[in-house]
């Protein structure tokens, strides 16, 4: 057992900025001089009346058919309650006054409360006053002691936090490592059905069968089965390049991972490197470090003659790469700590306008990311550009059908955005729809959402127009079923991303930042979405041309689309989307403080 025989613990209280008021120091009480007087004072903390509090949950009971008990939500926390006991013991009278002043002037304002355990090399911990009040508590046997005590009471933010920032960049995910390209049967093997051909054909594994063949449920089907190790502890994303020669159901992957079994779900699918393959993404479970197999499984309408199956590609991947162009980037935060801890957001980029600019925070949650075109199912001609955000435009009419797998998107509140553009000046109402569905299925299940919004296009003016907010998805399915959502109303619109951004959990800022080179009074190359904090408790928005920030300022409200400023990170990893249509490549970094429930650790 381990006992710490010289203590090292320190307390202290001062107004952010200012000098605080120390009581302890390297487990020694300070001595304090009056500077009018020359007598001497110093505070004796006592137990058991100081201590540091708790967070106090907020909660609110959910209704339900329980008979006994009930099930609640966790909404918030409340602030905490700290007190500090303190016997002051001076050399005076005059030193018993300058006492009681040194705590008036940290008490009833903003403050810090820092507690050093007594633990060598112990992180200190911060709590953040927002209010104080300290009384006195009269004792005539001190008195005669030249001595007084009083207990300083505290209102403090729930949660501490370290006392150091954090200036974290945010990882952008690098280039997927190829795992497998395709060019050799090696550990590739045909189980379904059982009469498949493999073979290596034009670059790709591929197993050649029969599509009549039952493979349950009266559908035909295949699968390829890989097996060999994939180290996946810092890559925890998988992809295949796979096609069809047949229409397929969604496509299901098994894997053996840590020796346990598990089927994924989808989390993304977009183009694979060659033509005619389609690029799906999976996410192995967390903390998981080798995938020693998985077995890629289709199925589709069973047919007569012969039918092939191929993957040209298996990548891993530390995060979700890009979706579209850089403009429009996934990253993931793991700001340390133990709670969520608000944090300051900044894109930056050394010379260009960023143009509209969207910062959107959500905890990791599979591979959820809000961007549409990724899952774009049908449409009118879709036109390569790589100016855009997502690379591509097609015209919105007569219908733009994104189909979302619904493991891909977090249950709950969600709002819906677009990009869209058109030729002439012109007021124009779009339609949108939402409805539950199931692959091959033409209708809707259960409750559907839709709505008209009406919007002002300016003449060959790219905007960002909200428009819908529902719950998604409209009706809860099985893992198989998909988000339809479908846009339309114009038939000179075009599009060039839409997105879907999950509210219940999720931080929105949205900010039109214009284009062009930076400059004063021009376009800015910087823009910081800056977290609440003590002096700042409402938050705030500001762009700016100059690294140093020295030119910043608040946005024209014209220009702010959406303004939550409270990006809220979680300690076990955090999702930032980034879109600046301006620029490619935008720097997005985070700075905060590390939140701990009461005691902070070493980052």
């Not at 016997?87 to 002037?105: C, F, I």
């Not at 997502?390 to 015209?395: E, K």
Request: hydrophobic content about 40%; glycine content about 10%; overall charge negative.
């Amino acid at each position: 057992m381990t006992f710490v025989t010289t203590p090292v613990h320190g307390l202290s209280l001062g107004v952010p900025g200012g000098t605080p008021l120390v009581f302890v120091e390297d487990g020694v009480t300070v001595v304090h001089t009056d500077a009018l007087s020359g007598e001497t004072y110093e505070f004796d903390v006592l137990a058991p009346d100081t201590q540091w509090g708790n967070p106090v949950p907020v909660v609110e009971v959910l209704t339900s058919m329980l008979t006994n008990g009930a099930r609640v939500r966790h909404l918030r926390d409340d602030n905490r309650l700290p007190s500090v006991a303190l016997t002051v013991r001076a050399s005076g009278p005059n030193g018993l006054s300058a006492a009681e002043k040194a705590l008036q002037l940290v008490s009833g304002r903003p403050a810090e409360l820092i507690w050093q355990p007594p633990i060598p090399n112990a992180a200190p911990t911060v709590f953040e006053v927002v209010w104080s009040q300290f009384d006195h508590r009269m004792d005539d046997f001190r008195e005669r002691w030249v001595e007084r005590s009083y207990l300083v009471s505290l209102q403090a933010l729930p949660h501490g936090r370290s006392v150091s920032k954090i200036i974290t960049p945010a990882v952008v995910g690098a280039a997927p490592t190829v795992v497998d390209n395709g060019s050799s049967a090696t550990n590739w093997a045909v189980e379904i059905p059982a009469t498949g051909a493999l073979s290596v054909s034009s670059g790709a594994v591929t197993n050649t069968y029969d599509p009549d063949i039952d493979v349950g449920s009266g559908l035909g089907g295949a699968n390829l089965r890989r097996t060999a190790d994939i180290d996946v502890s810092d890559t925890p994303y998988l992809s295949n390049d796979w096609a069809t020669s047949k229409a397929p159901n969604p496509p299901l992957m098994g894997v053996t991972v840590d020796g346990e079994g598990a089927l994924l779900p989808e989390v993304r699918r977009e183009p694979g490197t060659t033509a005619g393959f389609t690029r799906s993404w999976y996410q192995v479970p967390a903390a998981s470090s080798t995938v020693s197999s998985f077995s890629f499984f289709v199925t589709h309408v069973r047919s007569t003659g012969s039918a092939t199956l191929q993957i040209d590609k298996v990548q891993k991947a530390a995060t979700l790469p890009s979706s579209g162009t850089t403009r429009q980037k996934v990253a993931t935060i793991f700001p340390g700590g133990s709670v969520p801890a608000h944090g300051t957001v900044l894109v930056q980029h050394d010379t260009d306008g960023l143009g509209h600019t969207i910062v959107f925070s959500h905890p990791i949650e599979g591979g959820y990311t809000p961007p549409l075109r990724q899952w774009l199912a049908s449409s009118d001609t879709v036109t390569t550009d790589t100016t855009l955000v997502s690379g591509a435009y097609n015209i919105m009419s007569p219908v733009t059908l994104f189909e979302v797998p619904v493991s891909a998107i977090p249950f709950g509140d969600t709002q819906l955005w677009a990009r869209m553009k058109r030729s002439t000046a012109a007021v124009v109402n779009i339609a949108w729809a939402a409805s539950s569905t199931f692959p091959g299925h033409e209708g809707f299940l259960g409750n559907a959402h839709s709505g008209i919004t009406t919007v002002t296009f300016p003449a060959n003016q790219w905007i960002l127009v909200p428009l819908g907010r529902f719950t998604a998805p409209p009706t809860k399915t099985g893992v198989g079923g998909i988000l339809r959502i479908g846009l339309g109303g114009d038939s000179t619109a075009v599009v060039d991303e839409a997105w879907l951004f999950a509210m219940e959990r999720g931080t929105l800022t949205v900010v039109d930042n214009f284009t062009g080179t930076a400059g004063l009074g021009g376009s800015a190359n910087r823009l910081r979405v800056a977290a609440p904090s003590l002096e700042e408790p409402y938050g705030s928005l500001d762009c700016g041309y100059s690294a140093d920030w020295s030119d910043s300022h608040t946005p024209a409200s014209g220009n702010v689309l959406c303004d939550q400023v409270s990006h809220e990170f979680d300690p076990e990893g955090t999702m930032i989307f980034t879109v600046t249509s301006g620029v490619t490549d935008a720097a997005v970094s985070l700075e905060h403080y590390p939140r701990w429930h009461t005691h902070a650790g070493n980052i």
